[in-house]
């Protein structure tokens, strides 16, 4: 199935991070309420707006500012619309550092996540589908809010260019810390409604899913008026300072399934391909650190950019596999429960033994649960991402839903499994694709949303292998180091005898 939302929620990871500027000044804000409008605007075309309210008010006692933010975006893709809401909420104390902090975004259901900070750990609350998830994220000392970055650096420095500072900001999407770096560029004359503004351009970058490179123009008592990254997931994405009615108007059509296939060159893929060799390249950074090498698919560099990928389709005997469970301990936490895989919920472990009907053997086991999933869900869109157990309710979902579903009944009977994320070949082109791989003696991709027991040798894996996140952010690091940058080149596509 094509993909959206991977794509959707790293360009919504970037719209986050530069809502980092507004004018602030900490005791003149316990004044003074203010609000601002920003339109959100992709490649050029509206997509969405932002919109931000701070005022004062106090948190256990101390002055701190309430700051609300909301940012709405709109794009589409095969057919389908897909609408995000996201409202973020943090007081934040006079060294702009986060002290409690709530997000409530509507990807696929109601996710909801709050969090306080307490003696530099935050404590954080994810409540999805009514199943609540707890972790704990320490905050270094030079921990600002992501929405207070650039002011706290304006405020700390004789603002002058040339000048940097490194810190860590809190970000939202991530609901964790990350080295952040700032760098006054240059200065300039911006008009804003018809008004002429001295701005200084700042160059901030954060150190996230294979690095955020931002610009942001800002004026010297920390109002933004501009902010873009030309280089984000191969797109230029820009958020420009507007009045409410301008922010609240109509968006642009703009098809993301468009912008984010690639089409490949040489040879014709096979469908159901068992053997696949290409030439890969990417316009920068580095080859080896884009695709992955592991069991199935093996890159060689010829340069830091370019390099040869060889895919095989694994095979697998049942009399060597495994019977359940398998307690292997570096296999232990593909056994576990997360906020999207709720393997350990009586609902989702009662349906899986349901399906393997007394089934030991693990290979048999999970192919059962494939052909299940297969069989028993309609292949649909959704807005966002659904959890295991949303999905086992309504049986419907895309490549996400299908595959923590799969994920969670497999783990909750004893088959270590996790979720990887890169492309799949559909039609003329590859596309950004979610599919779950099984441990049964050996890691085996299956694809429950094509109908594959074993996924075929067009898929290309970008990132995965490691435990998934309480936000899957981390998936979507193998787009921004893709679009519109990887070149395909087929060398050869060829297909054996159907696997059993």
Known sequence: MKRLKIYFLSILLFISIVTTVYTFNFEGMLQHPEEHWYNVAMDGSKIGYMHISLEKTEYQGEPMILSKTKIMTQVKGIRAKMKNEVTLVEYIDSNFTPRYFSSTTNQGESKQVEGEVLNGVAHIKTILNGETTESRVVFPPDTVSEHMAIYSFLAGNNVKIGIKRNFHTFVFELFQPAKSEIRIMGEEILTYQSEEKHVYILQEKVDIVGGINLRHWVSPDGTIYRSESKDRAGVSIMVTKTDKKTALGDVEEVDIILKSRILPTGKKLRPKASRLIANVQVKKGKIDQTIMTNSRQKLENVSDMRGKLTINVPKVNAKNSPNLPIKHPELKPFLSATAYVQADHPTIRAKALEILDGETNSWRAAKKLYQWVYKSTRKKINNGFATSLTTLESLTGDCTELSVLLTALARSVGIPARICSGLAFSGNAFYYHFWPEVYVGTWIPMEPTLGQMIADANHIQL?????????????????????????IDILESSSQKPLK
């Open 463 to 487: 990132a995965g292998s490691n435990l998934e996140s309480d936000t899957l952010i981390e998936l979507t690091e193998g787009v921004s180091n893709t679009l519109n940058q990887l070149k």
